[in-house]
């Protein structure tokens, strides 16, 4: 929920004398206060989860909450037997006294900021975040905080991204390229949240988009829980590999980045292979990965969308987690005199875009 500014005596007086909410444990994020984590990576009693991406949502938790729409995608990920409540973005709920709410995070669909509040203390994990509205998952929404636990994927200043109505048309045009030669398109982007955009972006050239089993599984799961979705997106069809080139004639392949080395690809060749992520932003990573094109499509935030999400919590202090972490938290020290401090997490996050 959106507050009012925090004064900054009364928070101030709020941090030095009150039982942080969080602490950095073996385990994860951990509200001692509510005997809950936020996205852990060891096994725990009870978990919320900001979102479906295997790095924050991992198997072997007793119990679940997350958003509505992250549920249906937990289930397929971890299994129908788990134990998940959820909320709605503004909605909540009490654990231990701690009152708990979720809030758009605009990184995927479900994806969501955890708020706790208790004694008039507020904190905020972002869990993963874009500000850029994409048009298929509520935009990021700025919330009031005394702590603000962000990540930090792209937290670097050569992290900019163009405008999204751009990237499209760069897109659409290496796509017409490409069918003008004759040869099959194929995007790469990870399953969940990339996948979905690009459908969107393409929605308007009317073409018919291929989907990788592992995606195709993801768009059902998702057309199943909120049908209205399909509105949002092209005519799509399950491509099962090693597939037939003929049918991709005319249309796009999407595949996930873990589909890159498969046989199968050879058998589609003459094709031309795009990466959609937001490391294509340094030229080299694309060479690397031998794609005839790339796009600078993220779902983070990239340097100026991370500094301005940060100003407009007015938190007093920043943990920062996920990502280039130390960098994004010097700055904010040296440069904006933020009390901002890095948080090692165990795990590298270029997987998931
Ligand atoms: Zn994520
Ligand atoms: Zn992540």
Redesign the pocket.
């Known amino acids: 929920m959106a507050e009012g500014p925090i004064q900054p005596e009364a928070s101030m007086l709020l941090t030095k004398h009150m039982e942080p909410l969080l602490a950095l444990t073996a385990q994860g994020l951990y509200c001692p206060i509510g005997d809950f984590f936020i996205d852990p990576w060891g096994k725990v009693d009870k978990a919320i989860i900001t ?1 479906a ?1 295997s ?2 949502a991992r198997a072997g938790h007793r119990s679940y909450l997350c958003h509505t729409d992250t549920a249906p995608l937990l289930k397929q990920r971890l299994g129908e037997h788990i134990q998940v409540e959820t909320l709605q973005y503004g909605e909540t709920v009490s654990i231990g006294g701690v009152q708990i709410s979720l809030h758009p995070a605009g ?2 669909i479900g ?1 969501a900021q955890v708020r706790l509040s208790f004694r008039g203390q507020v904190w905020v994990v972002s ?2 975040y874009k500000v850029v509205d994409d048009g298929l998952t509520p935009a990021f929404e700025p919330v009031r905080c005394h702590v603000f636990v962000t990540e930090s994927t792209f937290g670097l200043p050569v992290y900019r991204w163009a405008p999204q109505a751009i990237l499209q048309q760069r897109m659409l045009t290496w796509i017409q390229e490409v069918h003008q030669q004759e040869q099959i398109p194929i995007l790469i982007g990870y399953s969940l ?1 990339k996948a979905q955009r690009l459908l969107y972006l393409l929605k308007e050239t009317g073409l018919h988009c291929w989907l990788h089993p592992s995606i195709y599984a993801i768009h059902e799961t998702l057309i199943t829980h909120r049908p209205e979705l399909s509105q949002k997106f092209p005519p799509v069809h399950l491509f099962q590999p090693p597939g037939r080139r003929q049918e991709l004639q005319h249309g796009v392949l999407l595949i996930p980045p873990a589909a890159r080395e498969s046989q199968w690809l050879h058998r589609l060749e003459p094709c031309s292979i795009a990466y959609c992520s937001g490391w294509m932003q340094i030229r080299g990573h694309a060479r690397q990965r031998g794609a005839d094109a790339a796009f600078a499509l993220s ?2 935030a990239d340097w100026p969308g991370l500094l301005a999400a940060i100003e407009a919590t007015g938190a007093e202090e920043v943990w920062v987690t996920h990502g280039y972490a130390h960098t994004l938290a010097r700055y904010l020290r040296e440069t904006k005199q933020i009390s901002a401090r890095d948080l090692l997490s165990p795990f590298a996050e270029e997987m ?1 875009e």
């Open positions: 979102h991406h790095d924050h990184h995927v994806s869990g993963d949240g779902d983070h998931e």
